[in-house]
Nanobody, 115 residues
């Protein structure tokens, strides 16, 4: 059974930091590129960041560039998203996805940035 389980979402104040993690199982994690997407209420889903299966290339949406960092550990089958200098507009449900021969999605974790 394929599973992607996100964790680390919580409520934080503007300017704060969070680290999201995604634990993968049931597929060959090291062969898949990994992505973080987010969806805020009333808005379209947005690709936040991606990392290739070898970690050789990382990409970021302009809205998070310089504030978020994606990383992965193929030995532990995990991908993480370090989020710094959080803003209220970062409030959303964050999803971990795996892409290659198939596409897999996690259930999401809520991040709320509010004072």
């Amino acid at each position: 059974e394929v599973r992607l389980v996100e964790s680390g979402g919580k409520s934080v104040q503007p300017g704060g930091s969070l680290r999201l993690s995604c634990a993968a199982s049931g597929f060959t994690f090291s062969s898949y590129d990994m992505e973080w997407h987010r969806q805020a209420p009333g808005k379209e889903r947005e690709l936040v960041s991606s990392i290739t299966h070898t970690s050789s290339v990382t990409k970021y949406a302009d809205s998070v560039k310089g504030r978020f960092t994606i990383s992965r550990d193929n030995a532990k089958n995990t991908v993480s998203l370090q989020m710094n200098s959080l803003k209220p507009e970062d409030t959303a449900v964050y999803y971990c996805t795996a892409t290659w021969r198939n596409e897999y999605w996690g259930q999401g974790t809520q991040v709320t940035v509010s004072s």
